[in-house]
């Protein structure tokens, strides 16, 4: 009998409800939660493919301990032996665990516990620190609280939406399409995108602002300059509720005198800044969105403050459709800093500087011990592993070796590790390569717990799959270390359940409304009610009801009740372009990829929009480099180099160059952007400056380009660039090679045939051309078939990539294998536009011009594309103008 299960979702920090239905025969398929009020119903393409990432393919099933397998015991009894060893020959800091906004909060309750109670380290620091621990650090400077006021209902009631450092079309669709809803349904609903680039999220906006990367700061210095001069001072609020607004207009006012000086400084056009701060101005109800854009900075910390400054200085915070709203990334990142999975917070949203909140963390839990100052950082955790300074560390449910900035010294590092032990669920990582023992970690599906969104809501996320070979939840891996370091009776826990409720438990522990975070009301819930657990937002009430925005009351946590305004002088990235690297990188996420693709990699359907790394360059950036759209180029920065694909676009900012950050050595030979992104920090957040690394672009220029479509993953040779793609029934190659074949036949068939397959090769060489085509046929089905040319202009993969789905070919199909092109009668989908329903841009572009669908809403009617996740909508309207009339 079939079971459907209502969880949430794995991906960003949006949080939506998902039901899973398990079928007779284990398979899984997904629908959005009509009920669950981060989403009422939709998902994105990425959730609408979960149900292709829970097979068992790659899983990590069994401990390992230097390669080789072992029982539990053994695994767990090494680990624990061998951090014991350590940190009684060099103490609890030498000794680190690096955690994930991918744990449930309860994995990252026990992890924390473990490390700062027992161990006695504050080393414990998670990946969330490289997306929202700026964001983190000027809550607090200006709340006295890591809070995010704002609830999701807020972007349906603001009047004027600002999005800054935030591609919501890609990064968040079903926010962007809730804010693009509501735009639909209020026309009075106005929509600013503060972006360098425009993006698809742009499709939305009355007004983009392509500000000078790394400009922020001074132009929400100049609004607030603006804001007084315009007389937009709620004197109440500021004078009864906040403090340093004077001190914040002096820096302000030294940095962003006038919307000339604004103008100048950040690239813009005068009237349109002057048109921003006026809408700005003049509306009372305006929500400001900021996201890695801001965050990912050496300045971040401060953008933050510049932009809660304006909302603080006019009182636009606390109430419906209104205050400063961080989207964060990851489905965790907020229980994560609820636990105090950051190095320099305890759990509780207390504070490792605050003796007194040390002193009722270390009571609640009767601990040994608790660390009197902060743990090391991110990116100075690993630095101190390559001076050998920390010699154990306990990765679980990241992929650092892809994730931070400058990878291959984090590699180095964790190769000169004496002790590196990885928790995750799948077996072959960049990480796990670099690992010494492996743990198999519960995967989405399999385990049990709660994650919160960035509206605070907390949710559960429900098994619905059984456990696959020895794979354990991650709560339960720590607790079996931990007993077997001599702490079992503080890790007893039978359950998921028990361990949230103590996590409640010390939510209000001492607080007596002195703290934000308070869910002490559920710490007393059953285990059936943990089961049956409702979405709730924090803080929650004595009678357990959420609380959906703060700072109504003008009451803050600081010590005085009042926020602060934080007097902003901006700064210019830290390491500005020069005529050696004169273009300025940025990276960020793709519509249809999550973090570094050990999920999403494994949905065909969501390889097929950007199947390989690439570089989004300016036209004139591209005449000055000498390059042209579809070539692959290489990539430089003071720290390495990757060769990625050319796309040359005009929605790119001159002068600057985008590349995405989810592919790895599992995925391209040369992909890695972080290889190439300098790790320079912001001083109070120590989040890397992802956004701005000083590179030079070159044309990579090989003997020969060629693909290969193939039934099964392959072992290449020969090969000085690849990368793949999972296709719905073949993996999909793109190559290219320094050193031309002797035989280009012998290679082939070395590479993709198997000696006990009866196979019927067709081929196509010509020497003088430089060309070469082969089809491998095995019965009357396409098993793989690979073009090689002298150039990266070949036939289209879309129709043969299609073939592969039929058992059978007919003559007219056999005839067109060599030629790569559909023969008539038969349509080459092209390049998917659509994730959500395979649609193709041929197809879009045909029916455009054949049928008269000059709409988004006829198309969706026709072909079903934007009519799901929406995400695609930005590029349909860019065909609609390309091709109707």
């Known amino acids: 009998m079939t079971k459907t299960t209502s969880t949430t979702c794995p991906y960003c920090g949006v949080g939506c409800g998902v039901l899973a239905t398990v079928d007779e025969q284990g398979g899984v398929s997904v629908a959005g939660n009509p009920d669950h009020p981060a989403n009422f119903g939709r998902l994105c393409s990425k959730g609408m493919a979960l149900g292709q990432t829970v097979d068992l393919e790659g899983r990590l099933l069994h401990p390992h301990v230097q390669g080789r397998r072992c029982t539990w015991d053994e695994a767990l009894d090494h680990v624990a032996q061998g951090f014991r060893r350590i940190i009684d020959e060099h103490g609890p800091d030498a000794v680190a665990f690096y955690v ?122 100049g609004l607030l300059c603006h804001l007084e001069r315009s007389d937009e001072k709620n004197a109440l609020f500021v004078e009864q509720a906040t403090e340093g607004a004077a001190e914040a207009l002096e820096a302000a006012r030294a940095s962003a005198p006038s919307i000339a000086a604004v103008a100048e400084q950040c690239g813009l056009r005068e009237d349109d800044v002057a048109r921003f701060y006026r809408l700005f101005a003049r509306t009372e109800r305006v929500v400001t969105v900021y996201s890695q854009g801001i965050n990912q900075s050496t300045s971040g910390t401060d953008k933050v403050n510049a932009i809660i400054n304006c909302h603080l200085f006019t ?94 010294r984090v590699r180095a590092a964790l190769r000169a590790c004496d002790l590196v032990v990885v928790s995750d669920c799948m077996a072959h990582t960049d990480t796990t390569a670099c690992a010494d023992v492996l743990l198999p970690a519960a995967a989405w599906g399999e385990k049990d717990g709660t994650v919160t969104n960035s509206e605070r809501r907390i949710s559960r996320q429900r098994a619905f799959l059984p456990l696959p070979g020895e794979a354990r939840p991650d709560w339960r891996i720590i607790c079996g270390v931990a007993r077997r370091m001599g702490f079992g009776e503080a890790f007893g826990y039978a359950c998921a359940a028990d361990i949230f409720r103590e996590h409640a438990a010390l939510s209000g522990y001492g607080n007596q409304g002195r703290r934000d975070f308070d869910i002490s009301a559920l710490s007393r819930i059953g285990d059936v009610e943990y089961d049956m657990l409702e979405p709730v937002q924090w803080p929650v009430t004595e009678k357990g009801e959420g609380t959906r925005r703060l700072f109504g009351n003008g009451r803050f946590f600081t010590a005085t009740g009042r926020a602060r305004l934080v007097p902003v002088t901006p700064r210019p990235p830290a390491n500005p372009v020069d005529e050696h690297f004169p273009l300025a990188l940025n990276t960020g996420r793709v519509r249809d990829q999550w973090h570094t693709m050990t999920r999403t990699g494994k949905a065909a359907r969501l390889s097929e929009h950007s199947p390989e790394p690439y570089a989004e360059i300016h036209p004139d950036d591209a005449r000055r480099h000498a390059v042209r759209d579809g070539e692959l180029v290489r990539v430089f920065s003071l720290r390495g180099e990757i060769i990625v694909r050319a796309v040359v676009s005009a929605e790119q900012q001159p002068g600057s160059v985008f590349v995405p950050m989810h592919w790895n050595d599992q995925f391209s030979s040369h992909g890695c952007v972080d290889v190439v992104v300098n790790p320079t920090l912001d001083p109070i957040s120590g989040q890397p400056e992802l956004k701005h690394t000083p590179v030079r672009i070159r044309r990579y220029e090989p003997a020969w380009h060629g693909f290969i479509l193939s039934r099964r993953r392959l072992d290449l040779t020969g090969a000085s660039y690849w990368a793949v793609a999972r296709g719905e ?34 081929e196509y060489l010509d020497k003088a051309g430089r060309q070469y085509r082969g089809v491998r046929l095995v019965g009357d089905r396409v098993e793989s078939c690979i073009f090689i040319a002298p150039s990266h202009q070949l036939p289209s993969r879309s129709w043969l990539a299609g073939l592969f789905s039929k058992d059978r070919l007919d003559e007219q199909e056999r005839r067109g294998l060599l030629l790569g092109k559909a023969p008539p009668g038969q349509e080459d989908v092209g390049h998917i536009v659509c994730a959500c329903f395979s649609v193709g841009v041929n197809t879009l572009v045909k029916s455009i011009r054949d049928d008269g669908l000059d709409t988004v809403e006829a198309i969706g009617e026709a072909l079903k594309a934007g009519t799901n996740c929406g995400s695609c909508v930005p590029e349909l309207k860019s065909l609609i103008a390309a091709n109707s009339g």
């Open 729 to 762: 029934a073949c993996y999909h190659y793109e190559i290219a090679g320094e050193q031309a074949m002797d035989d280009w036949m012998a290679w082939s068939r070395a590479m993709l045939c198997t000696s006990d397959e009866d196979v019927n090769w067709v």
């Open 100 to 221: 994930s906004g991918q744990l449930l909060t309860e994995d990252y309750y026990v992890a924390n516990k473990l490390m700062k109670g027992y161990i006695g380290s504050a080393n414990i620091d998670t990946n969330s620190r490289l997306c929202m621990s700026s964001s983190v650090a000027g809550h607090k400077r200006a709340f006295g609280m890591d809070t995010v006021p704002c609830a999701y209902e807020d972007l349906e009631r603001a009047k004027l939406i600002v999005l800054t450092g935030s591609n919501a079309a890609w990064c968040h669709p079903v926010l962007f399409q809730r804010m693009a809803r509501a735009r639909e349904e209020n026309p009075d609903l106005m929509i600013v995108v503060v972006d360098p680039r425009r993006t698809p999220t742009c499709e939305i906006a009355d007004l983009h602002l392509p500000l000078k990367p790394g400009s922020d700061s001074i132009l929400f210095n």
């Open 315 to 408: 009182g636009r915070i606390g109430r419906p459709g209104m205050g400063p709203f961080s989207f964060t990334g990851q489905p965790n990142a907020m229980g994560g800093r609820e636990v105090g999975g950051l190095a320099n917070q305890l759990a509780a949203h207390m504070d490792i500087a605050v003796a007194e909140h040390r002193a009722l963390v270390q009571g609640f839990w009767s601990s040994p011990a608790i660390p009197e100052r902060e743990g090391l950082k991110a990116v100075d955790l690993f630095d101190a592993i390559g001076r050998g300074e920390v010699k154990g560390l306990w990765i679980m449910g990241t992929n650092p070796a892809v994730s931070l900035p400058d990878a291959d």
